[in-house]
């Protein structure tokens, strides 16, 4: 997610594909430990990444939108990438 932002904003890149699956707002920098007795291991965030100022959207959506199905997937095929391909700048 943030190398989607700073890839964005730094070097105008094109997103393309479908939109992430997590909040541009969220935790993360994830830290484990193992309890005591039972040794099961916990994961918890240490650091909240804000990187959508005065909003909090669902998703970050792509520029382009382009979805992939399971057909794409059995057929072995990649329409982002075809689309990144056959796109042309402006």
């Given at each position: 997610?943030?190398?989607?932002?700073?890839f964005?904003?730094?070097?105008?890149?094109i997103?393309?594909g479908?939109?992430?699956?997590?909040?541009?707002?969220?935790?993360?920098?994830?830290?484990?430990?193992?309890?005591?007795?039972?040794?099961?291991?916990?994961?918890?965030?240490?650091?909240?990444?804000?990187?959508?100022?005065?909003?909090?959207?669902?998703?970050?959506?792509?520029?382009?939108?382009?979805?992939?199905?399971?057909?794409?997937?059995?057929?072995?095929?990649?329409p982002?990438?075809?689309?990144?391909?056959?796109?042309?700048?402006?």
């Amino acid at each position: 997610m943030i190398t989607a932002f700073k890839f964005r904003d730094e070097f105008n890149a094109i997103l393309i594909g479908e939109p992430a699956g997590n909040k541009p707002n969220h935790y993360g920098e994830q830290r484990r430990f193992s309890l005591p007795n039972s040794k099961l291991a916990v994961g918890y965030s240490t650091k909240h990444f804000h990187q959508i100022k005065n909003a909090d959207p669902p998703t970050l959506a792509p520029d382009i939108f382009v979805p992939y199905s399971l057909n794409d997937f059995l057929s072995g095929r990649d329409p982002a990438l075809k689309a990144a391909v056959d796109h042309h700048l402006r």
